[in-house]
């Protein structure tokens, strides 16, 4: 099956600067690569989502990138503020309505 | 309005014990899931149920049985309960599959099941 690394496993930003989060997947099939983040006591909610046929998509702060061909895929946020710590979560899925996860990011953003 | 909801919220039981956890959407969706979140936070997909059809069954003890009794509906009934299905179960959903991709899940705000 689909197997997804995620790094770093936690990351400490001064307010105001960037974060970024890598993801490698292990199966070339894999087509749809979303991100959520998880606060605490809550659900993951997705933050956003990428598809196998962009290299990028951007939401405010918000960015992911795809290399294809590397099989790696990025989250970047961008002016952090401290309503953005929190753990986040990488996901990869075939198609075949299951995703695969990665082991979670905690992201804490120092004020 | 709440998109996906869960109860209960906290579940505290003995070893042994029997217990269901109830999920509902709101969203119109056709398939929901079953997730389990360990202690060190790691989300595994348990199963997932299309239009009341099960559709993916994980390497999960049969001690776990879900049940759908419609499309907005998706329970989880453990029999007894072990030390190690303390854990948070989330359920979420998507609509239909469309061929060769993966709709958006939305998830549940989640049960912690605490087994004494």
């Known amino acids: 099956g689909e197997n997804v690394e995620q790094h770093p496993s936690t990351l400490s930003v001064q307010e105001g600067d960037s974060a970024v989060i890598k993801c490698t997947y292990s199966?070339?099939?894999?087509?749809?690569f979303p991100w959520y983040k998880q606060e605490l006591g809550k659900g993951p909610q997705l933050i956003i989502d990428?598809?196998?046929?962009?290299g990028e998509k951007k939401d405010q702060r918000i960015a992911v990138t795809l290399n294809k061909t590397a099989k790696h895929f990025s989250l970047h946020i961008t002016e952090t503020q401290p309503e953005d710590s929190a753990v986040y979560f990488c996901a990869a899925s075939m198609g075949d309505y299951k995703l695969s996860f990665g082991a979670g990011t905690t992201v804490t953003v120092r004020a | 309005d709440t998109a996906v909801s869960q109860t209960p919220k906290y579940l505290v039981t003995q070893m042994g014990n029997d217990k269901s956890i109830k999920c509902e959407q709101n969203?119109?969706?056709?398939?929901m899931y079953w997730y389990k979140q360990d202690s060190k936070k790691f989300l595994k997909i348990m199963f997932s149920y299309n239009n009341k059809e099960l559709i993916i069954n994980e390497t999960v003890p049969n001690r776990f049985s879900p049940k759908s009794p419609d499309k907005a509906h998706l329970n989880l009934h453990i029999n007894s309960l072990e030390l190690g299905d303390s854990a948070v179960y989330f359920c979420?959903?998507?609509?239909?599959?469309?061929?060769?991709?993966?709709?958006?899940?939305?998830f549940g705000p989640g049960t912690r099941l605490t087994v004494l």
């Open positions: 969203l119109g969706h056709d398939t």
């Open positions: 990428i598809r196998s046929n962009v």
């Open positions: 199966d070339s099939a894999s087509n749809y």
């Open positions: 979420a959903s998507s609509r239909v599959m469309r061929t060769a991709t993966t709709d958006t899940q939305y």
